[in-house]
């Protein structure tokens, strides 16, 4: 059982309980306290170009989608 994401091993692991014990002692993912994993966009989950600006964030792309509703004016 090889796989690149924790989520498909979990999911496989279901019905063994002995050895999902002995995944979750060894191989459990940390949480995360830094990095790029936590910068996420709250709207859409994008962590490609998160914008942080203003405590918002918003990734720059839905950040031009809600500019309007937050209350952000387009000066010309």
């Known amino acids: 059982m090889t796989t690149t994401h924790h989520t498909k ?8 309980p002995g050895k999902m014990a002995k995944y979750n002692k060894y191989n459990k993912p940390r949480d995360r306290k830094h990095g790029r994993e ?3 966009c709250r709207r ?8 942080a600006m203003y405590g918002l964030k918003y990734c720059r792309q839905c950040l031009r989608e809600v500019a309007q509703k937050i209350g952000f004016k387009k000066y010309n």
């Open 44 to 51: 859409c989950g994008r962590n490609a170009a998160p914008n």
């Open 9 to 16: 091993m979990l999911t496989q692991l279901k019905g063994k």
């Open 38 to 40: 936590l910068k996420k």
